[in-house]
């Protein structure tokens, strides 16, 4: 019997894109990313909440730069986080 169209594509695919991870589900790499998101999702609330402010005129608007860079550190520390835990455990896919 020949090979399916799956195989053949799977076959001529560069070997990077065949790569199949050895962990199928990982409870951490899920939670460490939800954790990601929501820090990039904090950090945008404040820089709408900037925006906001200096459409509307407020002239104190730079009150949010130290919190905007909190959150950017916060988020930073998150990504970095969960690509750490991908490149050690193995489980990106």
């Known amino acids: 019997m020949g090979t399916n169209t799956l195989e053949t594509v799977q076959r001529e695919m560069p070997a990077e894109y ?11 790499k899920n939670r460490l990313q939800r954790h990601f998101l929501q820090k990039i999702r904090e950090l945008n609330a404040l820089l709408a909440d900037q925006t906001k402010a200096v459409i509307e005129g407020e002239p104190d608007f730079n009150r949010f730069d130290i919190l ?9 520390m ?3 986080a969960w690509i750490a835990h991908v490149e050690s455990h ?3 896919g």
Do not use: N, S
């Open 68 to 76: 905007i860079h909190m959150a950017q550190e916060q988020k930073e």
């Open 90 to 92: 193995g489980c990106d």
């Open 78 to 80: 998150a990504k970095y």
């Open 18 to 28: 065949r790569r199949i991870p050895e962990i199928g589900f990982c409870q951490e």
